[in-house]
Structure formats: structure tokens, C-alpha cells
């Protein structure tokens, strides 16, 4: 049997009271996970757990504690992260309580490993100041990581092209029943949302009509969001946006007025039992999926359409994707980098000065036209040798 953790040994949530554990050392962990939620958007939190009970399986089946862990057991987890066993593995990512769920889809990347080995250091360090499981050492510090070959800020960005095609795959979805327009409704306003507004998951999920605001000094709305580490953020809605906007709620809830203060209707709503009339808000994880469904379906029609290229760009494609391309053709369209950067929370200037030029077809476009050999050169063949 694949080894496992005792029931509730960790938090599930941030806000689940803490389970009474015999094992000093979940315990610990236990309550470094509390600890950070303060500190921490839901899915970051999330993804700190996943990494954390990853981990804790690990070191069970090594029959290590942390207090034993030494720097040659951190390079031996790195390798099984780089290489996973077969029993370690399940690509079809099954509920967490599932007998076939395993703790990897897949081998990690260069990235996935150093966000990994950063969290790990993260907690080991709390451990370490804290005098928790015994740990009097932090085997985590210093650990390298190789880099990944490819930039991914240019792996993660969807064209100009393959965003026209995504929209008109979004405009050909059936309009037949109510529920149908309903799917319509939502699809292009959450793509709206994901490449003008330049918003992650979570900050979607979680806002509400209620949160966008009208500065009648400048005649402007901006949406407030909650980002990353919990902070609180103003983001720019567009005349685009707003366009959308006022559509989404003149169709999808039957309103011709722009939101009211406070109103706690969600950004996006659940359409199951016909959502539209009781709206209830989304988690990350199903609009994670509504997005996937419209790249698979919009890779689908490019490839029946001979458009091999689109759908090899498509199909990979995720939510984050979306803000990527946003801050990219921000960029390139001549936007302040200091506007960019406070638009999309970047705490420091040089992540967003990373999306710069990253597009690789307009970068070519710019060369494409560039002369650099003589006309005239070419023009007569060399004469053929007797």
C-alpha cells in the first residue's frame, strides 16, 4: 500500500481548527501551515500544504523525522521530484482521497522544484527558530536548483492569434437554451476578466460586484482586488472592461445599472441548478477547469480547421497564461512599466520589467522585413563549372 499520513494530521483548510496529533513533528508542521495562512492567499496556502504532506510521505517512507533530516536525503528528494518512481505517479490526478491518488502527475520542473525547496526552507527555518520537532539544523539552505532551459514568461504567453481564435470559439458556443447563454455569458466575461483585467485565479474567485468602484473625480472604475500576501490592490477597468462589464450584467443578470457599493453578488457564479437566479460564488479549482475546457475546445476547432500551429498553443494553455499575455501587451503598448507593475501587484519593478519583448512573432515581425544582404548579389547564378 502507498504510504500515507494519519487522518487530519494536517489542516485542509486555513481556517480548520487544529487536530490533536501524537507525532511531535505534525504537530510542528501543523501549526507552522496555521502560522502562515495568515500571511498567505488561499492558493498559495494550498499549494504550501501539497508540497508540506508531499514531503511528510516522503520522509515516512525513508522512516526519517525531520530532526534526522541531513543535506544528502534533501538530494536524494530532489531527484525523486526530478525522477519519480512509477508508484509515485498518477497522471490522471485523482481526488486526494482516492486510492489511486499519488503525489505526482509527472516529473517536476526546474521551477516547480525551486518552489518546493523554497517552502521546505521556509519551514524548516520556523522549526529551526521556534526549537519545534527537534530540528537544530536547516538542511534546505543553499540548495540549487538547475534553471529551466526555456524562458517561461515566453512559454506562458498566448499570441495575439491564438487569442482571436479563443474568442471567436467563445462566440460559436451553442445558444439554444437558457443554460447555454448562460455558458456564453460567463465564458466571455471571465475571459474578459482573465486578459483586460490581468487577474489571477484567486482574485477572481473571490471579488464581488460589489467591488468595483467609481472615482467620479476622474470619471473612472477600478476593481479592488485581494492579491498575493493578502494585500489589497486597485486594478483599472478599461473602457473594454467596462464595456464587458455592463453586457455581462445586462444579459447574465437581467441589470442595466454598473454595481452598487457592497453588493455581495460574485464575480462569477456556479451555473448548476440554475446558478444565475441565487448566484454562488466559484472555487479556484472549477475555473480552472471552465478554462481549460475553452483552450481544449478552441485547440480542437484550430486543429479540424487546419490550423495545427493555434492548437499546439492553446492546448497547453492555463488561467496564469492570460496574465501573462496582459502585462506583455500592456507593455508593448507603450503603458508606464511603474503602471503595469502597480496593476498587477509586483512588489518589485524587475518581475514585470521580465515580460518585456517577450513575444516571440513580434519580435520577428519587427526583423522580417530587415535587407541585410546586397540586392543585386543574387540576382545572376554563378556560372556553372566546366
Known sequence: MFPSLPPDALPTRPDTPLAVVDDAALAAIADWLHEVATTLAPSSWLNYRKEIERFLIWLRSQQL????????????????????????????????????WRP???????????????????????????ERAGVRRNPFRRVRVARDQASPFEERLLSPAALAWLRDSIEALPRERLRDFHHYYRARWLVALLLVGGLRREEVVSAR??????????DVW?????????????????????????????????????????DPTPLLFALHRKGWRDPQPLCGQHL????????ARAAERASASGQP????????ASPHWFRHSS?????????????VAEEHGHANINTTQRYAHKARGRRAQRLAGLTLLDDGASATPPPEPD
Open 222 to 262: 477600478t476593481l479592488r482586488v485581494l492579491g498575493k500576501g493578502n494585500k489589497l490592490r486597485d486594478v483599472t477597468v478599461t473602457n473594454e472592461l467596462l464595456a464587458e462589464l455592463r453586457f455581462y450584467l445586462r444579459h447574465a443578470l437581467d441589470r442595466d445599472s454598473l454595481p452598487e457599493p457592497d
Open 327 to 339: 502585462i506583455t501587451a500592456k507593455l508593448e503598448a507603450g503603458v508606464p512599466i511603474e503602471d
Open 65 to 100: 523525522t525531520p530532526a534526522q533530516l541531513q543535506r544528502q536525503h534533501v538530494n536524494q528528494y530532489q531527484q525523486l521530484l526530478q525522477r519519480p518512481p512509477s508508484d509515485w505517479v498518477n497522471p490522471r490526478r485523482a481526488p486526494r482521497h482516492d486510492p489511486a
Open 104 to 130: 505526482l502527475a509527472g516529473p517536476l520542473k526546474p521551477s516547480s522544484i525551486r518552489q518546493a525547496m523554497t517552502i521546505l526552507h521556509n519551514c524548516f527555518d520556523w522549526l529551526l527558530l521556534h
Open 288 to 295: 480552472y477547469k471552465l478554462v481549460k475546457t475553452l483552450l
Open 309 to 316: 500551429h493555434l492548437a499546439r498553443e492553446l492546448a497547453p
Open 209 to 218: 460586484l460589489g467591488d468595483f468602484r467609481y472615482d467620479a473625480s476622474y
